[in-house]
């Protein structure tokens, strides 16, 4: 059913369940009241069901109704609340003429709170028999149609709240969200991490290559930014003495949308005084191990019809190993001329005066990463990538950072943090003539952060790992906006027009 349908059906029925609203007030009942004493949700009901049942307690249940069967003097029908569904079971010989009268009102949709026993049917189906009911909330737009509803991808992101109620499938895959997170929670307090708080609101932005957010403040008069990441304070905490902290942050970027970006979205982020980018690799094993087992029983999982193990270790691929496999040519010497050429061989687009940075970049995003099927680690990549990370130890013109890759999609970044403020000033000030040069989603000197460092910094570990992208895996959901509750979404008026 198009939303077209939808809304054309939905006004006439809403003509119809005005007019039972009229008639609830009328015999007295209040279609919308302020609380309801429930004794069980539907699963304890369900898992205390043989003790319920062998005494015959009487149980308050509430829940959506979901479907309805009429027999005449007699009716069965479905609820549902957050945890399970439930049949029930109404006659009109068994409850009052109130009662009987407020069910003849009762659409699909509407909240109820139903008083009774359990008993189970002759096909073994555990009902409820009802002996009063309640009015909880009065639907009066209806429920898309059970089989041919709520099927357009656009209307399900755009009206969660049906899709959540329609589709048990998407209810499932926000309560994993939540224990995931829970998990990553609990493994980081495990190693001593400290959960800490940052702006979100910020006089300059910093930690990522990404366009921002501008907003105004008007009682301060000054522009400020929706943070692109919360690296750049984080660090200033390890400076200050916090030697491991940690943040789920809402990180906002300015860029294109696809199935897995999106302009709002979820990020970890943590640093470990002491540690460099080999640590924070059995780490970032360890996390994603953790989570996949306490999702899914297994590190074993199945993503789009692809089999994958997240079981460590996970393999090691250099960037430059990793296009070498791809060209056949080793690029870690190659000037922007070179590169382009290359990227011209194989069929790829770039822009006119695009640097050897944006250059790598183009070439490891076509020819490499849509190959990245089962975990690894992609690691040592050019210092113009990367203007946060430690120099390499032993590779001249290289960094020590690295980004994980699963089923073709980087699922995190991390690196040995640059805790030089000298080396730190110089890669902010290049990337600010490479700004002069049209590179819109380069840092901006950020003095006070360089003033941080000159204060010292420890060795320092630091990762970043995005949430939605976890969740997507574990959930085998095709895109980032079916693990967003509320996904950014086009205008519905802009929508129309196209």
């Known amino acids: 059913m198009s939303e077209q349908e939808i809304t054309k059906e939905g006004g006439r029925e809403r003509d119809t ?53 009429g027999h005449g003097h007699t009716s069965f029908g479905n609820i549902k609340d957050g945890s399970s569904a439930i049949q029930f079971y109404i006659k009109d010989a068994d409850v009052d003429a109130k009662t009987w009268s407020l069910f003849k ?50 209307l399900r992101y755009r009206r ?11 209810m499932k895959v926000f309560t994993a969200r939540s224990m995931i997170i829970d998990t990553v929670r609990e493994y980081l307090k495990e190693h001593g991490f400290l959960e800490v708080e940052t702006p979100i609101l910020q006089p300059l932005y910093g ?18 930014y929706l943070r692109i990441a919360d690296e750049l304070y984080l660090k200033r905490l390890i400076v200050g003495g916090m030697e491991r902290v940690f943040e789920f942050s809402k990180d906002f970027r300015n860029e294109g949308m696809d199935r897995s970006h999106n302009p709002e979205f979820t990020m970890l982020e943590c640093y470990a005084a002491y540690w460099d980018y080999n640590d924070m690799m059995g780490f970032v094993e360890g996390m994603y191990a953790r989570a996949c087992e306490r999702a899914l029983g297994s590190t074993e999982i199945t993503y789009q019809g692809q089999k994958l193990s997240l079981a460590p270790p996970w393999r090691r691929l250099t960037f430059f190993g990793s296009l070498e496999e791809k060209t056949g040519a080793d690029l870690r010497n190659a000037e922007a001329g070179e590169l382009a050429a290359v990227a011209m061989k194989h069929g790829i687009d770039i822009e006119g005066g695009s640097g050897r940075g944006a250059l790598l970049d183009e070439l490891f995003s076509n020819l490499v990463e849509p190959g990245l099927i089962q975990p690894v680690f992609i690691t040592d990549y050019p210092v113009e990538l990367s203007p946060l990370a430690k120099v390499h130890r032993s590779e001249k013109g290289l960094v020590e950072r690295f980004e994980p890759y699963i089923a073709g999609f980087e699922v995190a970044n991390a690196f040995s943090e640059l805790n030089d403020p000298i080396d730190q000033r110089g890669r902010f000030e290049a990337q600010v003539r490479a700004r002069a040069q049209g590179a819109d989603e380069t840092h901006p000197v950020d003095e006070d952060y360089l003033r941080a460092l000159e204060h010292g910094m420890p060795p320092t570990g630091g990762l970043g790992v995005g949430i939605d992208r976890m969740v997507m895996l574990l959930t085998d959901s095709p895109s980032i906006r079916d693990v967003i509750l509320f996904p950014q979404m086009r205008s519905e008026q802009g929508r129309e027009e196209d």
């Open 160 to 170: 969660r709240y049906l899709d959540l109620i329609v589709n048990d499938e998407v």
């Open 105 to 154: 009102l009762i659409d699909l949709g509407d909240i109820v709170g139903i008083h009774g026993a359990l008993f189970m049917t002759k096909t073994g189906e555990l009902t409820i028999k009802v002996r009063a009911l309640e009015l909880l909330g009065k639907s009066i737009l209806p429920l898309p149609e059970k089989y041919h509803g709520l099927q357009d991808k656009e």
């Open 207 to 224: 930690g990522a290559m990404a366009r921002p957010f501008v907003t105004h403040h008007n009682a301060l008069d000054m522009t400020l």
């Open 17 to 69: 369940r005005m007019e039972k609203l009229s008639k609830l007030r009328e015999i007295g009942i209040n279609p919308y009241p302020y609380r309801f004493d429930r004794t069980h949700c539907i699963a304890d009901a369900r898992g205390n069901s043989e003790t319920l049942l062998g005494d015959g307690t009487e149980i308050a249940l509430a829940g959506r109704v979901m479907s309805l069967r």
